[in-house]
């Protein structure tokens, strides 16, 4: 009996001794480091992992049953992290032992082929996702002249780090094999992709492409040229995309830089998924950064996600949004006043807690229109912060988690509104009808009418309910907006401007 004791504490001590050995093996592994994280995406892991799981919640629905490889962007969270979630949605209901990241190259000027990481995990804040060494090793014998062991493109990459915590989250037990694809000779990267095709063969593996799309065009303009790269990827052609980029680059769009970013990874990984049993590519979303609530849309960079499936179907392409009747742009429907209150809090609740923000999307034709907004937030009755924009050159649901970050945080008159302030707020969204010039103060009605004063290059805007509830008169009314625009109170009598405008007014409190 006493032997047989020893012999299974024997036993304990050498497995613990072994873990231990393993630990410390792993523990000094060759780990990269993250490099954007606090910048393209939250360096708190509760924060990163709720806001990946947050856009998961929001992601379009599976549009394929045999997916192999994805096409996502990688630009900071608050602007492509849904798009990406949508890409990632596609491939969720599967498991995967490895998911290899086909990244851009954006650091290293010299590279032409695949730079693969040499190491052993690529840490984010929400731990080390493990590289699968065996695929590493396999892709530099099956493809030795175009595959390099290189840790020095994935130093400061951002390509494929942006895209790790989304398959930390989504495929957890999922080993990484991250490779920086950097070419324009077509052979290497055909070369490179049928490589990669023989390595996977037999295995359960992901192909993600990491790739943004157009750079730096106008909105309209942007969302031309990305349907037309998005829909090229879909054909699984090389030749196609090649060709439709250079036809677009050849437009003279006034900024467009370019129209893919990562063209090298999204040619091999065509090429790969072919080789891997894909038969078609399915679009799945698209929007641009000057769709996120803090973008602007005079210069931006495209998003899109495309599924390529070894599962027939119909293709879909993302259809243009259809813009609503003019008789009916005017209407605003109680599911419509819900969906943009809710809009509201949810962009000031997820910038307190993941820093990123809702898109605005899936909303009537209505509320994709082009109208001026103001967002109010009223704490135990007052005014907390009131912010708006007069002029209708955006979508309405764009619009309004725009202003409702400006009035959380941008007006002037108040200190940032604070988390545990939140739960106290009241949100009230007036939309704005077109504003109209009037001779003078006597065309105002109060009660009616919001007026914008402008007098010698200063100007002051009050809504229409701000008079009825301050007890204004007209003249008294007249009297503060000059006060507002830093003017005397007697301003309105002489060479002022008036021009008013209604609004739909309506809160939360009324859906209670």
């Given at each position: 009996m006493?032997i047989?004791?020893f012999?299974?504490?024997l ?5 613990c ?12 592994a ?5 490099a954007?994280?606090g910048k393209?995406?939250?360096e ?13 919640q929001?992601?379009?629905p599976?549009k394929?049953?045999k997916?192999?490889?994805i ?6 969270y608050i ?20 998911v290899?990241?086909?990244?851009t190259?954006?650091?290293s ?16 804040p929400?731990?080390t996702?493990?590289i699968d060494?065996?695929?590493i090793?396999a892709?530099v ?6 595959c ?6 994935h ?5 494929i780090e ?9 495929f957890?037990?999922a ?5 920086v ?6 052979n ?10 023989r390595v ?5 593996a992901?192909?993600?492409?990491s ?11 942007a969302?031309i040229?990305?349907r ?5 990827i879909t054909?699984l052609?090389p030749?196609?995309?090649m060709k439709?980029i ?42 641009n950064?000057?769709d996120a609530?803090i973008?602007e849309?005079?210069?931006?960079v495209g ?5 390529l499936a070894?599962d ?9 949004v259809?813009p609503a009747?003019?008789?009916q742009?005017s ?5 419509d006043?819900?969906?943009l209150l809710?809009l509201a809090r949810?962009?000031?609740s ?9 898109l ?7 509320l994709q229109q082009p ?23 955006e ?17 002037r ?20 009808t077109?504003?109209?010039?009037v001779?003078?103060?006597s065309?105002?009605i109060?009660g009616?009418d919001?007026?914008l ?6 100007s002051a805007?009050?809504l ?7 007890k204004w ?12 625009g830093?003017?005397s ?6 060479n ?12 939360e409190?009324e859906f209670k």
């Amino acid at each position: 009996m006493k032997i047989l004791r020893f012999n299974l504490i024997l036993i304990v001590f050498i497995f613990c001794f072994a873990a231990a050995c393993q630990a410390d093996k792993i523990s000094n592994a060759e780990i990269r480091e993250p490099a954007v994280a606090g910048k393209f995406y939250p360096e708190s892991a509760p924060r990163l992992k709720l806001a990946v799981e947050k856009f998961m919640q929001d992601a379009v629905p599976a549009k394929v049953n045999k997916p192999v490889a994805i096409v996502v962007p990688h630009a900071g969270y608050i602007y492509s992290g849904q798009i990406c979630a949508d890409g990632f949605k596609q491939a969720s209901h599967q498991p995967y032992d490895v998911v290899v990241v086909l990244g851009t190259n954006h650091t290293s000027p010299d590279l032409n082929g695949a730079a693969l990481y040499p190491g052993d995990g690529f840490r984010t804040p929400l731990g080390t996702a493990a590289i699968d060494r065996s695929i590493i090793s396999a892709l530099v014998n099956e493809a030795p002249t175009d595959c390099t062991l290189d840790k020095t493109a994935h130093t400061s990459e951002h390509s494929i780090e942006v895209v790790v915590p989304f398959i930390q989250v989504v495929f957890p037990g999922a080993k990484i094999v991250p490779i920086v694809v950097s070419s324009h000779d077509m052979n290497i990267l055909k070369r490179f992709g049928q490589a990669l095709a023989r390595v996977l063969k037999n295995k359960n593996a992901l192909i993600v492409v990491s790739s943004d799309l157009s750079h730096y065009p106008a909105w309209a303009d942007a969302r031309i040229v990305d349907r037309e790269i998005l829909t090229a990827i879909t054909t699984l052609e090389p030749a196609a995309l090649m060709k439709n980029i250079h036809h677009n680059m050849n437009k003279k769009i006034p900024n467009l830089a370019t129209c893919a970013c990562g063209e090298a990874p999204i040619i091999a990984a065509m090429v790969a998924a072919r080789s891997l049993g894909a038969v078609r590519g399915e679009v799945v979303s698209y929007a641009n950064s000057g769709d996120a609530a803090i973008g602007e849309r005079s210069r931006v960079v495209g998003y899109g996600t495309v599924v390529l499936a070894a599962d027939a179907g119909a293709k879909e392409t993302v259809a243009p949004v259809k813009p609503a009747p003019k008789d009916q742009a005017s209407i605003l429907t109680p599911e419509d006043k819900k969906k943009l209150l809710r809009l509201a809090r949810e962009t000031i609740s997820r910038i307190f807690s993941t820093n990123t923000t809702p898109l605005a999307r899936d909303l009537s034709p209505t509320l994709q229109q082009p109208r001026g907004v103001f967002v109010t937030l009223k704490k135990k009755g007052e005014l907390r912060g009131c912010i708006g924009h007069m002029t209708a050159d955006e979508p309405l649901g764009k619009l309004v988690g725009t202003m409702a970050i400006q009035a959380a945080f941008n007006d002037r008159r108040f200190s940032p509104l604070t988390p545990d302030e939140l739960k106290e707020i009241e949100i009230e969204i007036s939309v704005l009808t077109p504003m109209k010039q009037v001779a003078g103060a006597s065309d105002i009605i109060i009660g009616r009418d919001g007026v914008l004063l402008e007098k010698d290059g200063r100007s002051a805007v009050f809504l229409p309910q701000v008079a009825t509830e301050q007890k204004w008169s007209r003249d008294e009314t007249l009297g503060h907006l000059c006060q507002k625009g830093g003017l005397s109170a007697d301003c309105w009598k002489k060479n002022a401007r008036f021009s008013t405008f209604q609004a739909l007014v309506f809160s939360e409190s009324e859906f209670k």
